[in-house]
Every structure is written in C-alpha cells, then in structure tokens.
C-alpha cells in the first residue's frame, strides 16, 4: 500500500463541471503540497497548506489533519486545466508523492 | 527571482558514460531536493542536501550516484557509468527551510542509448 493515494487515477471532464482530487496519506505530516505537471513539463507547486483551506483563483485545497485527508477541487474547468495533479506530502526531511491523478477536460 | 533552474534539460548518454545534472536554487534558498521521476511512474526522493552537507540520501542507489551541493555554484547531481535503466526525468526542488514550501526545477530529462 502507497503512504500516499490518489483518486481517482484518471478523470475526464467537461469543460465548465467542477472537479474533486483526492488524497490520502498515512504517514505523519506537517505540511502538504498540491502540484501540478503537464506533459513533459516542469512541476508546478499549486499549494502547500498545512490546515484548514487555501483557495487561489478557480483552485481550492482542503486538508483535514486528524482524518489525514486532503482535496483538491477546480472550479469551472477549462482545457489548459489538463495535466497531471499530484499530492505530496513531507515526512520528516523529504517528499513522499502520490502516483497523480491525470485529468483531461474537454471543450 | 528566477526559480529553481535545472540544466541540461535533455541528456543524452551512451551506456557507461557520466552524466552531470545541474540545479540552481532559487535566490534565498539552502536547502536542495533531488527527485527522479522514471517513465510512468511517481516520484521518488533521491537526497537531500544543505549547503556543503548531505543530510538524507536514503532514495540514492548505493553505486554510480552521487550528488553535491558545494558553498558555491549549483547543486551536482551525477551518474557514472549510466546504464538504460537510469533513463528518467531528475527534478530538483529547493526551499528556503526544511520543511517549507518547495519549489520545483524544469527538470533534466536523461535518455541513455
């Protein structure tokens, strides 16, 4: 079993549905990051929160620390939203990541 | 403030040759992460170094991998005699703290032939 899972592993959408990313992790963390990735591409950090919520733009992420959960939600999604979306979460001194959730929105 | 840089950002090696990844922190920050990302898989930690100091290298293969981060210029991560196997996106990342907000290089892609 991964430290850190994501679901759904694929996701297709709409352009305009809103969208849920989960993560759930079991090891001990004091802070979380959101990122994304797009084909060959760098990797973009999205958030890294600790507690309760961050929103930026049309991106919102909740954490909730006792349940060891975390979503990441896009409101109103849009094409260039296609890319991978990955979890992260720091145990100790490094990064443990999710294997990412690969979503892909339609026009 | 230009970000984490990474160089090259394709490699191409033959088999049995050194390959030498560059990471330059952004401005400010000390601490320097290496992650290798092998073909459709996640990432996975390599090591983690603070200025002159290796302070976790557990995810580091114990032969042919090593990586530096001297008190001055990039931090160097580098592979002897890289066989297919070693093929991957290595991403470097960097903070300001230990645990804080990590902030993620291009990437060097090595393909070795």
């Known amino acids: 079993k991964n430290e850190v899972e994501q679901s759904p592993q694929n996701l297709t959408a709409q352009e305009g549905e809103f969208i849920t990313i989960n993560c759930s992790y079991s090891v001990g963390i004091s802070a979380l990051h959101w990122l994304q990735q797009h084909p060959g591409g760098g990797i973009v950090s999205l958030f890294m929160l600790s507690s309760g919520k961050k929103k930026h733009g049309r991106l919102i992420a909740t954490i909730n620390i006792q349940e060891k959960h975390s979503s990441l939600h896009i409101t109103a999604s849009h094409p260039r939203d296609s890319a991978v979306y990955i979890c992260a979460v720091w145990d100790t001194d490094k990064l443990i990541f999710g294997t990412g959730t690969r979503l892909q929105v339609f026009p | 403030n230009a970000g984490v840089m990474q160089n090259p950002r394709h490699l191409v090696r033959r088999r049995g040759q050194e390959a030498r990844l560059r990471c330059s922190p952004m401005k400010g920050h000390s601490h320097v992460y290496w992650y290798r990302q092998l073909p459709e898989e996640g990432l996975k930690f390599m090591v983690y170094l603070q200025k002159e100091n290796i302070i976790d290298e557990s995810g580091m293969p114990k032969e042919r991998f090593s990586a530096e981060f001297p008190k001055e210029g990039p931090s160097i991560l580098r592979i002897q005699q890289v066989v297919r196997g070693d093929s991957a996106a290595y991403f470097c990342?960097?903070?300001?703290?230990?645990?804080?907000?990590?902030?993620f290089g291009q990437g060097t892609r090595l393909t070795v032939v």
């Open positions: 990342a960097s903070s300001e703290q230990g645990v804080s907000e990590a902030f």
